[in-house]
C-alpha cells in the first residue's frame, strides 16, 4: 500500500504532495450518554484524544467525524465546537470516528524542508567515504524510500512494509516527472507543481502498482 | 561490517564510543560529531512522529547507499545508535542492540 508521495526540489522545499489510501487507521464508537470516559483536547486545531483508552482509542487520535459527517479542524457538522458537543448531554446518543487527521499543508513543507536537512546530515556522518544521502528509512509502520536525481530533485514515497519494488515506482514517478512537468511550457522549475496531467497518470501508476501488488498477494494465498 | 556505536543518555549527552572499522574521519572534532549525531535522531524521530499515517509510530533504522544506521532506544531514554554495512539485516541488528542493553552496564 502507498500513503504518499513527496517532491522536494533542490533549495529543499516541498513541490508537490499527494496522499492515497488515507485514514486507514480509524476507529468508530458510539456513546449513549454523557460522560465519555476519555478526556479530550482542542489543540492545534484538531479535537484529540489526551488521556484515556477504550478498545484501539488511545492517546494521539484525532476526532475526524461526528455522527457520520467528516470534520476539520474544532468545529462540529453544525458549527457547534466539538468539544461543547461533548460536553453537552443533550447531542448523545453521539458518534464519533477517530483517525490521525491529516497532516496541514504547513507541516508538510516543515517536514519537507527536514528531511532534506537529514538526508544531508546523513551523508556527512557516514563512517564510510561517498555515502549518498538516506535512500530509506524504516519505522514501525511504514518504510520510506527516497530518490535523488543527478540535478538534486528528490522523490520520496511513504509506503507500508507490504510493499516491495519501490525504486521502480521512484523511477516511474521522476519519469511522469520528465514528460509532464519539465516539458510543460509554463511551468517554473523548482516552483510547486500545478500540472494536471501529471496529477492524472501519477493517480494511474499508483493506481496500477497497488492492482499489481493485490493480484501478487491474493495468488500467494 | 560494524563502522562504529554510540551510546547516549536520555539527556543527549555520549556516554560511550565505540570504532572498529571506520574509514572516513569525521570533519569536525569528537564531541561536535556526538551532538550532530544526536541532534540528527531527535530530529529523525520527529520527523517519523508526524510524517507517520498512523497514530503513532517509533524510528528503527536508516539506510544509505553505503551504510546503515540503526537505533535501539530504552524506554527510559537511553539510546543505542549504530553504523553497519548493509549485509546486516534489520532483526539481527535490533536483537544485537537489546542484548547489549541487557549485558553492558550503563552509568
Not at chain 1, 14 to 29: A, G, M, Q, R, V
Not at chain 1, 81 to 101: A, C, E, R, V
Not at chain 1, 173 to 201: A, G, H, S
Not at chain 2, 90 to 103: D, H, W
Request: glycine share 6%.
Amino acid at each position: 500500500m502507498i500513503y504518499s508521495v513527496y517532491i522536494i526540489n533542490k533549495a529543499g522545499g516541498l513541490i508537490y504532495d499527494e496522499d492515497f489510501s488515507l485514514n486507514k487507521y480509524t476507529e468508530e464508537h458510539t456513546w449513549q450518554e454523557h460522560p465519555i470516559p476519555l478526556v479530550f483536547t482542542a489543540d492545534t486545531g484538531r479535537v484529540l484524544v489526551k488521556f484515556g483508552e477504550i478498545g484501539a482509542i488511545k492517546p494521539g487520535y484525532s476526532v475526524i467525524a461526528v455522527n457520520k459527517q467528516p470534520v476539520s479542524g474544532t468545529m462540529g457538522p453544525v458549527d457547534i465546537p466539538i468539544i461543547d458537543m461533548i460536553n453537552d448531554p443533550k447531542s448523545y446518543p453521539l458518534t464519533l470516528t477517530f483517525g490521525k487527521g491529516k497532516v496541514g499543508a504547513n507541516e508538510k513543507l516543515m517536514l519537507a524542508s527536514m528531511f532534506h536537512s537529514l538526508f544531508a546530515i546523513a551523508s556527512k556522518i557516514s563512517p564510510v567515504d561517498e555515502s549518498s544521502g538516506i535512500k530509506q528509512i524504516q519505522t514501525e509502520e511504514f518504510v520510506l524510500n527516497c530518490f535523488q536525481t543527478i540535478t538534486g530533485v528528490k522523490f520520496f514515497v511513504i509506503v507500508d512494509h507490504k510493499q516491495t519494488a519501490t525504486e521502480p515506482l521512484l523511477y516511474r514517478i521522476y519519469e511522469l516527472y520528465t514528460d509532464f512537468v519539465l516539458k510543460n511550457p509554463f511551468y517554473l522549475i523548482d516552483m510547486p507543481i500545478r500540472c494536471e496531467l501529471f496529477d492524472q497518470n501519477l493517480k494511474k501508476v499508483i493506481e496500477q502498482i497497488e492492482r499489481a501488488s493485490a493480484y501478487s498477494s491474493a495468488t500467494l494465498t | 561490517m560494524i563502522y562504529n556505536l554510540y551510546i547516549f543518555n536520555p539527556m543527549g549527552q555520549c556516554l560511550y564510543y565505540g570504532e572498529w572499522e571506520r574509514s572516513k574521519a569525521a570533519a569536525m572534532s569528537r564531541d561536535e560529531e556526538f551532538k550532530l549525531v544526536y541532534g540528527m535522531l531527535y530530529s529523525l524521530k520527529s520527523f517519523v512522529s508526524r510524517i507517520t499515517p498512523a497514530i503513532s509510530d517509533n524510528f528503527q533504522c536508516y539506510e544509505t547507499n553505503k551504510y546503515k544506521l540503526s537505533m535501539y532506544e530504552t524506554p527510559s531514554g537511553v539510546k543505542f545508535v549504530i553504523n553497519t554495512g548493509l549485509d546486516w539485516s534489520s532483526q539481527a541488528i535490533s536483537e544485537m542492540l537489546q542484548s547489549l542493553y541487557k549485558e553492558v552496564r550503563v552509568y
